[in-house]
T-cell receptor, first 109, second 115 residues
């Protein structure tokens, strides 16, 4: 069965410190992986997808098929990074996304 | 472009009643997906509609149903409401073309409370 695991419910970091959000998935085929973010009182929005291999708001994520991971990283956390982050897996060409439980990130000054 | 809109934003119902939620996708988008978000189960996929046809379905009982109209607007219906149906229901739209760059855009959600 397909599964997305985000082991940390809460990550508290200081401003300027590195932050890494872990995401592991189980899927035997070729996955598409995404990170979504939800800022306070805002709707869920796409942060980045593995296929784009881009950096958004200083965040990067690399798909490691050997370790079945897609960890999200940022070298220097900012207060505006405080939000809920969800890792999501798509296994077909259509709309179904399977989400992890989410990680709440709190960046303190 | 206007974003995904959902109505109503808040609903209070009692057990046994039924409820209909509406979602208007971004103009030009043909795919609408529905998700249920609860503190205990997180975000769970309900179903997806594309060109008025259900294309994908999650593991929810038959009390949960949906439909899509020719203008791509979608409704979901929950019959015989249970306390456990209290949740935030999110709708997301995308072009539905199946391209790897296809992005789902989420609405603000409808908060359903079942008493």
């Amino acid at each position: 069965a397909q599964r997305v695991t985000q082991p940390e419910k809460l990550l508290s970091v200081f401003k300027g410190a590195p932050v890494e959000l872990k995401c592991n998935y189980s899927y035997s085929g070729s996955p598409e992986l995404f990170w979504y973010v939800q800022y306070s009182r805002q709707r869920l929005q796409l942060l980045l997808r593995h296929i784009s291999r881009e950096s958004i708001k200083g965040f990067t994520a690399d798909l490691n098929k050997g370790e079945t991971s897609f960890h999200l990283k940022k070298p220097f956390a900012q207060e505006e990074d405080s939000a809920m982050y969800y890792c999501a897996l798509r296994t077909d060409s259509w709309g179904k996304l399977q989400f992890g439980a989410g990680t709440q990130v709190v960046v303190t000054p | 472009k206007a974003g995904v809109t959902q109505t109503p934003r808040y609903l209070i119902k009692t057990r046994g009643q039924q409820v209909t939620l509406s979602c208007s996708p971004i103009s030009g988008h043909r795919s609408v997906s529905w998700y249920q978000q609860t503190p205990g189960q997180g975000l769970q996929f309900l179903f997806e509609y594309f060109s008025e046809t259900q294309r994908n379905k999650g593991n929810f009982p038959g009390r949960f149903s949906g439909r899509q109209f020719s203008n791509s607007r979608s409704e979901m219906n929950v019959s015989t409401l249970e306390l456990g149906d209290s949740a935030l229901y999110l709708c997301a739209s995308s072009s539905g073309a199946g391209a790897t760059t296809d992005t789902q855009y989420f609405g603000p959600g409808t908060r359903l409370t079942v008493l």
